[in-house]
């Protein structure tokens, strides 16, 4: 199994640009999460699908963070316009349908705004 | 809402010790709490699951233990080795949602050979 596929994994780019997060999860896995991870605030829960459909979203810091599934093998999280602080490692991670299973997370995406 | 606290946040043992790292919650109505390592540029392995219903967990030299009444649940490394080292995060779900994940910062374990 190729386990969940991040990319790409570092991403430098200059505050107001668009940045794309891609992600691509375990087959047959039905819940796919979007998280952030810094020093001061550890991982956090942006978002999460279950078959598609977005079911959580009350971590997504702001209106210029979104997300979307349009299939079962691909998610997408955009930031725009970017800003230093969006500055962070987020990894993506999926796991099988539903509740009491393990979580499979990718390599992650080193995001730096400069 | 759930928090999640580790203690202490950094452990350096000699290699072949036994040791416990410690993670308690702050909300007990939760459906499972999960173990996981983090090697330094990696993402997370899942390392055990323990559901709501359930006291212990074991994975070869680990051993994960809950107890809800006292939000608490301990990681229990037997006989460590140097390739034990990384970050080690818990994490217990949310009310209200089964897979929704809450976690501590970890605990960063070194262990010396």
């Known amino acids: 199994d190729a386990g969940v596929i991040q990319s790409p994994r570092h991403e430098v780019t200059e505050m107001g640009q668009e940045v794309t997060l891609r992600c691509k999860p375990i087959?047959?896995?039905?819940?796919l999460f979007w998280y952030r991870q810094t020093m001061m605030r550890g991982l956090e829960l942006l978002i999460y699908?279950?078959?598609?459909?977005?079911?959580?979203d009350s971590g997504m810091p702001e209106d210029r963070f979104s997300a979307k599934m349009p299939n079962a093998s691909f998610s997408t999280l955009k930031i725009q316009p970017s800003e230093p602080r969006d500055s962070a490692v987020y990894f993506c991670?999926?796991?099988?349908?539903?509740?009491?299973?393990?979580?499979?997370f990718g390599d992650g995406t080193r995001l730096s705004i400069l | 809402k759930q928090e999640v606290t580790q203690i202490p946040a950094a452990l350096s043992v000699p290699e072949g010790e036994n040791l416990v790292l410690n993670c308690s919650f702050t909300?007990?109505?939760?459906?499972?709490l999960q173990w996981f390592r983090q090697d330094p540029g990696k993402g997370l392995t899942s390392l055990l699951l323990?559901?709501?219903?359930?006291r212990e967990q074991t994975s070869g030299r680990l051993n994960a233990s809950l107890d809800k009444s006292s939000g608490r649940s301990t990681l229990y490394i037997a006989a460590s080795q140097p390739g034990d080292s990384a970050t080690y995060l818990c994490?217990?779900?949310?009310?209200?949602?089964?897979?929704?994940?809450?976690f501590g910062k970890g605990t960063k374990l070194t262990v010396n050979p």
């Open positions: 991670a999926s796991s099988e349908n539903y509740s009491n299973q393990p979580q499979h």
């Open positions: 087959s047959g896995h039905n819940s």
């Open positions: 699908f279950n078959n598609n459909v977005p079911i959580d």
């Open positions: 909300d007990s109505a939760i459906y499972n």
């Open positions: 323990i559901q709501s219903s359930q």
């Open positions: 994490a217990a779900t949310a009310r209200g949602g089964s897979e929704k994940l809450v």
